[in-house]
């Protein structure tokens, strides 16, 4: 069971947010400009235990749900049923469940890899599911006025453990390992309101080659948005869709 909570304000830590800023005074206004770098962690490695404790039921589970997670004015979204099981959306994992017993089924959360970018401890896997089951969007990023913009920069991915072993000896239910021209797909799109600013797709697995690492995926061209969505697509029905999100930069620019 995933616990029901609705951090309001600051995620505790648990997003990091690394800014540098400028504030200046022309002709009344004051400016704020920066990158917010979206960690999964807290910025303080001294802090983990007590993070881990908080978030992941006393350390004892290694990913935590919730409606969503909050940093500044922006927050990366989840759903959950009424019963508190993740339905869709972003989970936040622990490095704990990064590699998979060599007795088990590797679960769905467990990245294909030692750990978060750059070996950090902490990343959020995302979960695609029928439209019924997600929320609006997956990221919320609004800006305070017409003045100001938060522009996505960079995103880093990789896949799951489940993910690349579907595609190398199948799932067992139709269509065995990937071949020439299978894939699973991530797409990244921009909203501004209800239009549509740009989308940014990668693939995770091309045929018989997934991505073994984390890989810096290039967001500036989605310009100046209040949302992002992110989707999972396949050619194959049984692909299990799901990936691991890590270090989202968003240029923050804030003018009042």
């Known amino acids: 069971m995933f616990k029901k909570m609705i951090i309001r304000g600051a995620f505790l830590g648990a997003i990091a947010l690394a800014a540098v800023s400028c504030f200046s005074g022309l002709d009344g206004q004051s400016k704020y400009d920066g990158h917010a770098r979206l960690a999964f962690e807290p910025a303080n490695p001294y802090e983990w235990e007590s993070f881990v404790n908080q978030f992941f039921n006393e350390g004892k589970d290694t990913v935590a749900a919730y409606p969503y997670f909050t940093t500044g004015s922006i927050s990366v979204c989840a759903k959950l049923s009424d019963d508190d099981v993740f339905q869709g959306g972003f989970a936040l994992c622990r490095g704990v469940d990064t590699l998979a017993a060599a007795d088990r089924k590797p679960s ?145 620019t804030e003018i009042y």
């Open 108 to 252: 769905y959360f467990a990245v294909f890899d030692k750990g978060g970018n750059q070996g950090s401890y902490g990343y959020v896997v995302f979960h695609d599911t029928t439209a019924t089951l997600m929320p609006e969007h997956a990221v919320l990023v609004p800006v305070p006025n017409e003045q100001s913009s938060n522009a996505p920069t960079l995103v880093f991915v990789q896949n799951v453990q489940a993910t690349v072993q579907a595609a190398r000896l199948g799932t067992g239910l139709a269509g065995g390992p990937f071949g020439a021209g299978d894939h699973l797909t991530l797409t990244v799109t921009g909203y501004k309101g209800t239009a549509k600013t740009g989308e940014k797709s990668v693939a995770l697995i091309s045929g018989t080659e997934p991505l073994k690492e984390w890989t810096e995926v290039d967001l500036s061209g989605l310009g100046s948005v209040d949302a992002l969505d992110f989707h999972l697509s396949s050619n194959r029905d049984d692909m299990p869709l799901y990936c691991c999100v890590d270090d989202l930069v968003i240029h923050v």
